[in-house]
């Protein structure tokens, strides 16, 4: 059984170490391993009670603590390994505190495209950390900013209690467009990883719960703008042909994955009576996942693209010449 990998991210001060260490006091992060990419990031000194091995730490909620000094890959699979071996506790889940300058994509591709760690790891939850006092500006001048925004399954709005309602409320309003869907919480108001970290987002026992926090079926088929992020929804009718429909994306994101930031879609495919679930974050496509029913009577097929750099109008001519091969209108050659 794979484990579970769970992203914190969020730009340079965006109160990271902050909610972690409050979270590491609790018991909800037990049979967990922390990553942590600078051992003196986290002020979690005051925690420690048993150090187990150079650069790892057991904390007393249970919580196994490494900083990473190499690549993520050697990181993932030292821990699995020490774990096999009885050498660590045998914890059930990873959370990843990237750096504030991280782009996530490249995590997750690691976590789907290298062999060894396929099958051993999954990516579970990706929570962004958004600092309400200098969105605004990280926004306009660094690109990371918006990368973590449009991967996140979870924004969390730090710095709310001192920064002005109004710049928050434009702030909210923001996000929700650039990541329609995506849950918003204050992170002074979370006091547990429980239902934050924990989570498995369309990879849980209950996938269409995750759905509908996106809440694709009420998304219109319109394009916004709002700086150099552009947020593109495609809707169809008629049911796909999952083949034809997957060169189609296979195409798109081998030639502008770095343009897409995310895709979400909600897709009515031929022979199936329930939709299949598609999400990724740039290059990176996660598994498929067959939902059980569909969460309404609307069986149309819904797609969310989150672009930067590239022409919404150029994306929708590229989905309606392909659709007449994938999804042809009915008494229409394929």
């Not at 996530?104 to 579970?124: E, K, M, V």
């Not at 709310?160 to 702030?171: G, I």
Request: glycine share 8%; charged share 20%.
């Amino acid at each position: 059984m794979s484990i579970a990998l769970n992203v914190i991210t969020g730009f340079l001060g965006s109160g990271k170490t902050t909610l972690l260490n409050r979270l590491l006091q609790g018991e909800s992060l037990g049979d967990t391993a922390l990553l942590i990419n600078e051992f003196g990031d986290v002020g979690i000194d005051h925690l420690l009670v048993e150090e187990v091995a150079p650069d790892t730490v057991l904390l007393p909620s249970g919580c196994i603590c490494c900083s990473i000094r190499g690549e993520l890959k050697d990181a993932l699979l030292g821990l699995l390994a020490r774990r096999n071996r009885g050498e660590l506790p045998a914890f059930r889940r990873v959370i990843l505190e990237t750096t504030g300058l991280a782009d996530p994509a490249p995590i997750l591709a690691t976590l789907n495209n290298d062999p060894q760690l396929r099958g051993r790891f999954h990516i579970g939850l990706v929570v962004t950390l958004v600092d309400a006092s200098h969105a605004q500006l990280q926004e306009r001048i660094h690109p990371e900013w918006l990368a973590q925004v449009a991967a996140a399954d979870r924004l969390l709005l730090s710095k709310t209690d001192c920064t002005e309602p109004a710049l928050v409320a434009r702030l909210r309003e923001r996000l929700q467009v650039l990541n329609p869907g995506a849950p918003m919480l204050d992170s002074h108001a979370v006091h547990s990883g429980e239902q934050l970290l924990l989570g498995e987002g369309v990879r849980s026992a209950q996938p269409e719960v995750e759905v509908a926090r996106w809440q694709l079926q009420r998304v219109q088929p319109v394009t916004a703008q709002h700086g150099a992020a552009q947020v593109c929804c495609l809707e169809f009718e008629q049911p796909l042909d999952w083949v034809g429909f997957g060169v189609w994306l296979s195409m798109l994101l081998r030639c502008h994955g770095e343009r897409i930031l995310r895709v979400k879609g909600l897709l009515n495919v031929n022979a199936s009576q329930a939709p299949i679930v598609i999400h990724g974050v740039q290059h990176c496509l996660h598994a498929p996942v067959h939902l059980a029913r569909w969460p309404g009577s609307d069986r149309h097929s819904r797609l969310v693209f989150i672009l930067r750099g590239l022409d919404p109008a150029q994306l929708r001519r590229s989905f309606e010449v392909f659709a007449r091969s994938f999804a042809p209108a009915p008494g229409e050659p394929a």
